[in-house]
């Protein structure tokens, strides 16, 4: 008989019990967890959290920092900063874009391309972050816009800061110019600094390659803002630091002083203490305006500074290269003296010289000459000879030596160092082997030999002290005191006092004596084909005429300062660059007599370096007018994104 199972109270109880304990462990176990993930948030990931959370309620917005000076050697400023005005747009605090850009582009006489610039970046912009509507604003529009802010919501004026050259165009190609970071730029280290309205970064000269020294540690402006971005309150703002302030070997007043002297001409000059190296002047002309690059350069002068044929963009110190012309003969007579050459070896100059079918044309009929002569009165015959009974590869060698065709260790970018040929170098390059000819050519500085303009200081500042001297443009990178010169102390006197007959004896160069008393100048002319006999002409097409080159240094019996220097197409040296490098030199030793012989020149030439590029500035600025006038007035699209 099946029994029947009968569930009691009791039996209820106890299985009401047993599922209460499992749901209640079951909760506990959650609670644990639960409890335990708190912790885990609350404990070990509360920097994290606090820090998102901090950056979802406050955002930075970054402070340009102001960049470091660079000074001359005497602490003159040659690049500042200098206080200005900017407008910024807030893009989540607009109302209105159209209107309000519409309002801005009277009140900023904004151009058509200003405008296109600020609805793209309008269309790209989110958050607090400012953009960029106008920099290096005037005052009055300045002060016209900030009289209007409650009709304008989401407008920032402010005051900044932008790099300013007392000097402008005299030191363009030596400290270069500052402009707003490229995208390329951005997409090297994705600095958000480089994408900062207002700041900017080195672009050429000493200014890009110092740029680590100089660029400083940006500051930055937190704010509160709502979860929807709008600005509640500024917190407590961070400093910047500003760049370091970096010293130049450079003597500003020279620097100044050339440039000017150098009038409308094309060229460049090179003024070194033979004493340590350092460089004083660093003068390529002409030249643009840093102050209109670093505050954004316009289109029309652009065009007008890349269509001139002076080439003013160019460096020509560094990157601009040329034949050396007759500079070359003291490194060649010292080559000579080197391979054992009697300094008293006489040649007769009838005018020329035969090498092989070809007969060489001398300037002049000089007669008998010695090395000493021979430099004196730049007798091509004399070294077309001794030329050809020397080995070339030595003369070459010493040359070189000597600095020509050498490359300098130099904070400048885009160096050009030319070639000082010899015959290993022309069997590698051309596959021949060396030919009289190329003897003669090299030996008068033509041919396959090309100089920069700083190798046209070295030369003749390691003549005039002995010493391997290494050009230097920065106060603080001092090196080891220059090694003497493998060369015999003996020659090298030859060759300083020849250098001294060009200027004060019977020379080339006797019509650019220094004005000073007791005070002598050494030097060398030098005039470097361009095109070839029958093709060119010293008053012909500027553009067809040789260069004219100069060396020296003075004082000829203690030498202080060397100085090279080159005018393009300028004709003769001793007419066209003699003349400058003696009133730089002059500049030196007596700053009024210097002055003084400046003055009529400019005059001649239609006032003083800055005076010209104002009136060439104006000239830029009424041609943009007009083109601007004739442009259809722009019309912002409505609702731009924001």
């Known amino acids: 008989m099946k029994m029947e199972r009968r569930f009691t109270s009791v039996h209820q109880s106890l299985t009401f019990s047993r599922r209460m304990a499992i749901a209640a462990g079951a909760q506990t176990a959650v609670g644990a967890l639960l409890l335990s993930r708190l912790g885990w948030l609350a404990i ?22 102001r960049r470091g000076w660079i000074v001359d050697r005497h602490g003159k400023p040659i690049a500042i900063n200098r206080s200005d005005f900017r407008v910024d747009i807030i893009p989540d605090q607009l109302e209105n874009p159209e209107a309000t850009l519409r309002e801005l582009s009277q009140l900023l006489s904004l151009s058509p391309d200003d405008v296109d610039r600020i609805l793209r970046d309008l269309k790209a912009a989110h958050g607090y972050q400012p953009i960029e509507v106008a920099e290096s604003v005037p005052f009055d529009k300045y002060a016209a816009v900030t009289v209007r802010l409650p009709e304008l919501p989401g407008v920032n004026p402010m005051r900044g800061f932008s790099r300013f050259y007392p000097d402008g165009p005299a030191v363009a190609h030596l400290v270069g110019f500052v402009g707003t970071a490229s995208a390329a730029d951005y997409e090297k280290d994705k600095n958000p600094l480089l994408i900062t309205p207002g700041f900017k970064i080195g672009k050429e000269g000493l200014e890009k390659t110092l740029e680590p020294r100089l660029r400083g540690t940006p500051g930055g402006q937190r704010v509160e803002l709502t979860s929807r971005g709008k600005l509640v309150r500024e ?31 094309s060229g460049a000059l090179v003024a070194m203490d033979v004493s340590s190296g350092d460089m004083l002047a660093f003068v390529s002309m002409p030249a643009f305006d840093p102050n209109s690059f670093s505050d954004g350069i316009g289109r029309t002068e652009w065009k007008m500074l890349s269509e001139d044929d002076h080439i003013p963009l160019l460096n020509k110190v560094a990157q601009g290269l040329y034949p050396s012309g007759s500079t070359i003969k003291p490194a060649m007579a010292l080559a000579f003296l080197q391979q054992g050459i009697d300094p008293n070896r006489r040649v007769h100059c009838p005018g020329g010289y035969q090498i092989g079918n070809r007969y060489f044309r001398c300037d002049a009929v000089h007669g008998s000459m010695d090395m000493h002569s021979a430099i004196e009165r730049s007798c091509n015959t004399y070294f077309w000879a001794t030329g050809l009974i020397t080995d070339p590869q030595k003369t070459t060698e010493m040359v070189q030596y000597l600095g020509y065709g050498e490359k300098f260790d130099l904070p400048i970018p885009s160096q050009r160092f030319g070639t000082m040929p010899n015959p290993k170098w022309l069997k590698k390059k051309y596959n021949r082997e060396w030919q009289g000819y190329d003897s003669a050519n090299t030996s008068i500085g033509q041919g396959y030999v090309l100089v920069n303009p700083m190798q046209l200081a070295v030369m003749p500042a390691r003549l005039a002290s002995g010493k391997l001297l290494k050009p230097r443009l920065l106060m603080a990178e001092k090196g080891q005191a220059a090694p003497d010169l493998n060369a015999d102390p003996g020659h090298l006197e030859i060759i300083r006092k020849a250098m001294a007959a060009v200027v004060n004896g019977s020379g080339t160069a006797v019509a650019s004596k220094l004005p000073l008393e007791g005070i002598q100048m050494a030097g060398k002319t030098g005039t470097a084909q361009v095109f070839r006999l029958g093709e060119r002409g010293h008053q012909s097409n500027w553009a067809l005429r040789d260069h004219a080159l100069f060396i020296a240094f003075a004082p000829a019996d203690k030498p202080r300062f060397a100085i090279g220097c080159i005018i393009e197409h300028g004709g003769f040296g001793a007419s066209a660059a003699a003349p400058i490098v003696r009133d730089s030199m002059t500049y030196l030793f007596d700053q009024q007599k210097a002055f003084d012989a400046l003055a009529p020149l400019e005059k001649q030439w239609g006032g003083t370096l800055a005076e010209r590029n104002a009136r060439q500035a104006a000239k830029f600025e009424a041609i943009a007018r007009a083109s601007a006038s004739a442009a259809p007035t722009p019309t912002p699209p409505a609702g731009p994104t924001t």
């Open 235 to 265: 917190l407590e703002p961070k400093p910047d630091r500003s760049g370091n302030t970096v010293q130049l070997t450079i003597d500003a007043g020279l620097q100044q002083y050339a440039a000017r002297r150098m009038g409308d001409q």
């Open 44 to 65: 070990a990931e509360n920097e994290k959290y606090s820090l998102e959370s901090e950056s979802n309620r406050v955002q930075l917005i970054i402070v340009p920092p």
